[in-house]
């Protein structure tokens, strides 16, 4: 495996962090997770434009093109063969002794990029999986997809320690996103999902999805909805990178929509294979 760091690829046992980066110290960096179908990357323009909004968002000047880094990725997704899984990336404010204003002028920052091998979660696509709902206790710039995952990881672990897959968060009753996904409901044929504000990461794969709605005409509204609206939704699905359209066919031990994906989800799922198919080939 090879790792891209600072523009170089190296072996990955060669690449080495130094202890005071402020990405290793603060989470002071921001990332993005781009998904590789058939050795090409997926909605690669949308995820290094909200990395650059992420990075100015927190002033920091990342010391490339997109068309330079554009081009490091897709030699790194050649070297290591990738088929079909991820391309993880980040960019930190960089090295300085620990201190927390920002680093004077003449600090550059850190980029990592490296490549997993992840196959498309058929079989859950398929049955759908389970979730939790928990507070949202997460700071209130939720838009930028930075490094501090505390509140993220947190909800998350209480999922698992469920043995369910994500967690759906909301602040005082209204439902934000879930740890790692965006969530959108299905009630009396529309489609409803949380507004893109500093309250949830507008992800891209949400974006893909409201693109297939307004083509395919399938009502959307972009409003936030109530825990009570969730729990008697009559379908729910996450939407991600990762898990690209998946349905949610249990929620807090209760089943939902009779506990297996619905109608319009199955749809939205086809639909979004087909953009794949049609950015990344078959
Ligand atoms: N919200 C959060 C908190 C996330 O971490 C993610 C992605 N990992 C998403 C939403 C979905 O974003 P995307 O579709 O861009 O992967």
Partial sequence: QNVLLNGELLERSKASIDIEDRGYQFGDGVYEVIRVYNGKMFTEEE???RLWASAASIGIEI???????????KLLVEKDQLVIGTVYLQFTRGISPRKHPFPANGVTPTFVAYTREVGRPVEKL?????????????WLRCDIKSLNLLGNL????????AGCDEAVLHREGRVTEGSHSNISIVKGGKVYTHPANHFILNGISRRVMIEICKREEIP????????????????????????????????AGKSISGGKPGPLTRKLQELFKSEIELQCGK
């Fill in 47 to 49: 995820h290094l434009d």
């Fill in 63 to 73: 010391p490339y093109s997109k068309k330079e880094v554009q081009e490091q990725l």
């Fill in 126 to 138: 398929q049955s759908g999986v389970k979730a939790i709902i928990t507070d949202d206790i997460r």
């Fill in 154 to 161: 947190l909800a998350n672990q209480k999922a698992a320690e």
């Fill in 220 to 251: 959307f509204i972009e409003e936030p909805f109530t825990v009570e609206e969730l729990t008697q939704a009559d379908e729910i699905f996450l939407t991600g990178t990762t898990v690209e359209v998946m349905p949610i066919v249990e929620l």
